[in-house]
């Protein structure tokens, strides 16, 4: 069996810079990530989180970090670049995985006010999600 590496990226914002709105907005883009996504945090190489320099209340990936099954994930934080104009109070995440299916479809995330940064994926993935079994749970 040969396995290749492959990658999730998705996108959210948030209410306001606060522990409990950041909590929400990230459990909420993970679920996503989690319902649509064959995806065993075994499996999981590494997830690195950006905030924009607008949020500064928490650590992403200590949220992250709480949910079942990923206290072992290697998580990192860093801080996204700000470029005049761009989508304010926005966490996305990179996450690299292992899998033994290199044609495995994957869903990317992008939630609430994130889905301009990438309408292609939203409308394309509209159309073709159907929730699969998850083996995080």
């Not at 409990?20 to 989180?49: C, G, K, M, W, Y």
């Not at 970090?65 to 005049?84: A, G, I, K, T």
């Not at 301009?116 to 929730?131: E, G, M, T, V, Y």
Request: aromatic content about 8%; charged content about 25%; overall charge negative.
């Amino acid at each position: 069996m040969e396995w290749k590496v492959r990658a999730i990226r998705g996108a959210t914002t948030v209410s306001e810079n606060s522990v409990a709105a950041i909590r929400e907005a990230v459990n909420e883009l993970l679920d996503e990530l989690e319902a649509h996504n064959q995806l065993d945090p075994t499996e999981i190489v590494s997830a690195t989180f950006s905030a924009t320099r607008d949020l500064d209340a928490v650590f992403p990936a200590r949220i992250a970090r709480e949910r079942p099954h990923w206290s072992d994930v290697p998580l990192f934080d860093v801080q996204q670049m700000y470029v005049e104009g761009s989508l304010e109070r926005c966490i996305r995440f990179l996450i690299h995985f292992n899998t033994s299916d290199p044609q495995i479809t994957i869903y990317h995330p992008y939630l609430r006010e994130a889905k301009i940064l990438r309408p292609d994926w939203n409308f394309s993935q509209a159309s073709s999600l159907k929730p699969v079994v998850q083996s995080m749970r």
